[in-house]
């Protein structure tokens, strides 16, 4: 069974900056399609970044997020992290994790923007306050 841990979460002031990290667990395979989605009080769930783990260059982000945040992966530690910089109000959500093995790295990138993902972890709050 797949598990996912989010971690990072936190208070930050507006233009600083965040870590968050996802360990997965009970993976089949050695690549995985991950991505990191977000919903706030009252608003719909969206993607926000995805990547493809272990090979392949694929990255995913979302239009309000590119140039302020990163992802990347440690496929050594099965960990994706989400560097967040520039923080803004609106970035303020619950975070998660959610990951599929169901995709190669060339039909990651369209589950993402269906949020086709099989696992998804417990979430991380943000908070950023102007």
């Known amino acids: 069974q797949v598990q996912l841990v989010e971690s990072g979460g936190g208070s930050v002031q507006a233009g600083g900056s965040l870590r968050l990290s996802c360990k997965g667990s009970?993976?089949?395979?050695?690549?995985?399609?991950v991505a990191w989605f977000r919903q706030a009080p009252g608003k719909e769930r969206e993607a926000v970044a995805g990547?493809?783990?272990?090979?392949?260059?694929?990255?995913y982000y979302a239009d309000s997020v590119k140039g302020r945040f990163t992802i990347s992966s440690d496929d050594a530690k099965n960990t994706v992290y989400l560097q967040m910089n520039n923080l803004k109000p609106e970035d303020t959500a619950m975070y998660y994790c959610?990951?599929?093995?169901?995709?190669?790295?060339?039909?990651?990138?369209?589950?993402?923007?269906?949020?086709?993902?099989?696992?998804w972890g417990q979430g991380t709050q943000v908070t950023v306050s102007s």
């Open positions: 990547i493809y783990t272990g090979g392949g260059d694929m990255k």
């Open positions: 959610a990951e599929t093995e169901r995709f190669a790295y060339w039909t990651c990138n369209g589950a993402i923007e269906r949020a086709d993902l099989d696992y």
């Open positions: 009970g993976y089949t395979y050695n690549s995985q399609c």
